[in-house]
């Protein structure tokens, strides 16, 4: 069975060499962690951050499939299809027609494309850095189509509405949840040596 934390990154890990995907997929892990407690869902906080883990397993080597191949790695790995479930949706509209129900799902649809290009700004930043990251310098990131393109602003959209928030609020809150776990997360690349 698939319910530890170890168990989840050596399933990454088997079909993830790039450093950059193991570097998302750990950074979401930590913002979905983030949301779990901020939204009164600290019991369930070990299962968002699971989803967050493993929600881009099958892109890496089947980008053609993705979304479509996760979910035979999944359940070979003992996955609940709740997990099953919280993978698939997240690319709900691109490359998934299931669509996100629970608001883990929703957080984690609206979380996953918005990581990619806060993290993308922060790399341009002095610091490199979330930490000194402000809502207006990202939203000046965001508008300009030209920066990190591949990060689909209708999907971030999107996901802040099904949420039901304001798009700043998905900003500001995505950008502490990056902070909360930026740390760790650099950590733990270099201890995989991946940094």
Known sequence: MLHTRE??????????????????????????????????????????????????????????????KAPELLREAGASEELVHAVVCHGYGLCSDVEPEHEMEKVLFAADELTGLIGAAARMRPSKSTQDMEVSSLKKKFKDKKFAAGCSRDVIRQGAERLGWELDTLMERTILAMRSCEDKVNAEMAELGLA
């Open 7 to 68: 168990k989840a990154l050596a399933l990454l890990r088997q079909y993830n060499k790039e450093s950059f995907h193991i570097l998302h997929a750990l950074t979401v892990e930590g913002v979905m962690d983030w949301y779990a407690r901020e939204l009164g869902y600290g019991d369930q906080a070990d299962f968002w951050a699971m989803a967050g883990l493993l929600h881009d397993i099958d892109f890496e080597q089947w980008p053609d499939q993705h979304c479509q």
